[in-house]
Structures are given as C-alpha cells and as structure tokens.
C-alpha cells in the first residue's frame, strides 16, 4: 500500500472529489468507470482503494459535500431573513435552492434507479448516513423556528417529492418549470408551513 503524507493525501482526496464530480456530471454513475476516474486524476487504481471501497462511496462524498455547502448557505440566509414571515423564509430557500441545485449538476442525477445503483455497492449504514443527510434541510428550518402542520419527517419526505418533481421537469422549457415548481411549492407552503 502507497504511503503518503497528510498534505499528499489531501490532495489527492481533493482531486478525486473534483473530477469525480466533473465526470459523474457530464456521464452519470453508471458509466464512469474506476479507471477513467483515477486517468483522470492521474493515480493508480490501488490508490483509489486506500480512499474509497467503490465508485459509489466516492460518488456519495461528493453529493454530501455539496449538500452540505448548501445548507450553511440556506442557514446563512434564514439568519438574516428573520424579519420575514415562516411561509416567505421557506419560499425563500426553496428559491436559493433551486438556483444552488443548478450549479451542481451531479445533484439532478440522484434518482431511484441512481440510489439503487449506490445500495448495491455501499453498506446498509453508509446510505442511510445519506438519507438522513437530506432530513438535515427541515432540521435547519425547525432550527430557525420555522413551524410546520406535520412531523419534519413528512415534511422532509414532502420536500424530496418535491425535489423529485423538479427533477421530472428537466427536459421542459424554463418557464413550464418555474409555472409549475410555483404551483407545487405554494401548495406545499401552504398546506405544511405554520405563520
């Protein structure tokens, strides 16, 4: 096994994180191979392995990541929107979210048959580090004092469908998306966000 120091393996993970997410993006998970990434990366395949099991673990790391940059984001702007009403402060990070979900592509390719991809390779308890992930969005909201009609469990699972919504739009004209994704999150805001 190589050996490398902190400052090396850093590197390294950071290189694998970016073109991982530059290749995942531009190909989608099941076709990007091992061996295109670590080409890309310019490290052998052994390598790879003393950082991740599998493709999908690194796939995984890379989606996380980004997520977390977005909730401090979407934290960041519910801390300084405190003025506004429950039901504006969560249209409001609907908003930002969709325009920071844009800027990572690899965000729109998380789909079932992506996730069923991902449960084949990682451990039971890795992918449920995941899902919980995406319950850390309403957390940030009930944090901010943001009220909901139902448990933040429904509104997480609300919150997917909804991400999976816009996902279903991708092929459609920019207008038809914004129309509808307006329709879909002011039913949901008004039927789950407490004033």
Excluded at 126 to 153: M, P
Aim: proline fraction near 1%.
């Amino acid at each position: 096994m190589p050996r490398f120091s902190e400052n090396e393996k850093e590197q390294i993970k950071t290189r694998l994180l970016a073109e991982g997410e530059r290749l995942f993006a531009t190909y989608g998970l099941k076709k990007i191979t091992i061996n295109e990434i670590v080409s890309a990366v310019n490290i052998a395949k052994a390598t790879f392995y003393t950082f991740y099991d599998s493709k999908e673990y690194l796939f995984l790391d890379i989606v996380q990541n980004i997520q977390l940059n977005i909730f401090m984001e979407l934290d960041l702007l519910l801390e300084t929107n405190i003025a506004l009403t429950n039901k504006q402060r969560v249209r409001q990070v609907f908003s930002t979210m969709y325009d920071l979900m844009l800027q990572f592509p690899i965000l729109s390719q998380i789909d079932n048959r992506t996730l069923e991809l991902i449960s084949r390779k990682v451990s039971k308890e890795r992918l449920s580090v995941f899902a919980n992930q995406n319950l850390d969005a309403v957390f940030i909201l009930d944090k901010h004092e943001i009220k909901f009609n139902c448990t933040l469990a429904v509104a997480s699972h609300t919150f997917q469908a909804l991400y999976h919504g816009w996902l279903s739009l991708q092929g459609q004209k920019s207008e038809i998306q914004e129309m509808v994704l307006d329709i879909l999150l002011n039913g949901v805001i008004e039927q789950i966000v407490n004033d």
